[in-house]
Nanobody, 125 residues
Framework: QVRLVESGGGLVQAGGSLRLSCAASGRTGSTYAMGWFRQAPGKEREFVAAISWGGSRTYYADSVKGRFTISRDNAKNTVYLQMNSLKPEDTAIYYC??????????????????WGQGTQVTVST
């Protein structure tokens, strides 16, 4: 069974930075895309960033482009989300996710089958 565990969330002032990590276990091989999503109170879960299985292709929501960077270390089965220039509107629970289908990258929540428990990111003014 695939297990995803996020870490690195917390409270930060506007303009600050955080680095989220997501450790994956329960599945051999590194042939799966990984994605980060977030959900703010009263809002639907939304796409933030995704990275292809090999790491050569990355995708970002317009709202975070130029501020966030997704990366992965397949040797450690870990994906990262470096978040810079944080804004209060980035406040949300951040989730990592991975699809069941190998070699398949997507920006849609519907295409991701396994989800972590989430980590809270709060950006104060």
């Amino acid at each position: 069974q695939v297990r995803l565990v996020e870490s690195g969330g917390g409270l930060v002032q506007a303009g600050g930075s955080l680095r989220l990590s997501c450790a994956a276990s329960g599945r051999t091989g590194s042939t799966y895309a990984m994605g980060w999503f977030r959900q703010a109170p009263g809002k639907e879960r939304e796409f933030v960033a995704a990275i292809s299985w090999g790491g050569s292709r990355t995708y970002y929501a317009d709202s975070v482009k130029g501020r966030f960077t997704i990366s992965r270390d397949n040797a450690k089965n870990t994906v990262y989300l470096q978040m810079n220039s944080l804004k209060p509107e980035d406040t949300a629970i951040y989730y990592c996710a991975t699809p069941q289908t190998p070699y398949y990258s997507s920006v849609s929540t519907a295409d991701y089958d396994y989800w972590g428990q989430g980590t809270q990111v709060t950006v104060s003014t």
